[in-house]
């Protein structure tokens, strides 16, 4: 599950309205004292550590449930919601940076950059929180960080959209039989089942 959707979810959890992505950081800056809010809510972060550039976000989904159980019945209190809120994004921006930084020195590895950047798009790119770590993170591995101005950082369907518009003006247009894939693995030796007949 990518981290934007995990977002959405979570702010659908605690009832905080959509997009989720703004709502949950609005809520994390309210958030007190974000040590103890962790510490707090000490949520999971799924293969982190793990010397594979995999990352997954469901489990954390899973947790922040879990997390709104243990509270009181009936709307989240404002303080609860911003800690929880706080917990959230701190967990996913460490799961990104772990996953991150693995990525780039296999890509290092690989291509022997001098001047190697990392590019940061989509409505998570948005998130100051985790934009900040993601530029610390640049910092120290030797990056250099790229991204959209904020208001070009919108959900991703946009920007799949502005693609295609850009596609159809080249002239790069599908015709109307091709095979459309749910999921895309990144492994590129992964076995992709097809089905036999799938037209739009």
Known sequence: DAVGEAFDKTA????LGYPGGPAV??????CKDAKAARARF???RP?????SCDFSFSGLKTAVKRAIDTLPAGDIDPRDAADLAS???QTASEILCDRTKRAMVRYLDLTKTTTPQL??????????YICNALKQLCTNQGFVFAAPPQKLCTDNAAMIAWAGIERARLGMIDTPDFIVRARWPLDP???ISQP????V
């Open 25 to 30: 950081e609005k809520f994390a800056s309210q």
């Open 87 to 89: 917990a959230f994004q």
């Open 42 to 44: 000490d949520l999971p």
């Open 196 to 199: 036999k007949s799938q037209k």
């Open 12 to 15: 659908k959890l605690m009832g």
């Open 189 to 191: 030796d992964a076995t």
């Open 119 to 128: 590019v940061v798009a989509g409505g998570v790119a948005a998130n100051k």
């Open 47 to 51: 293969l982190i550590g793990t010397d």
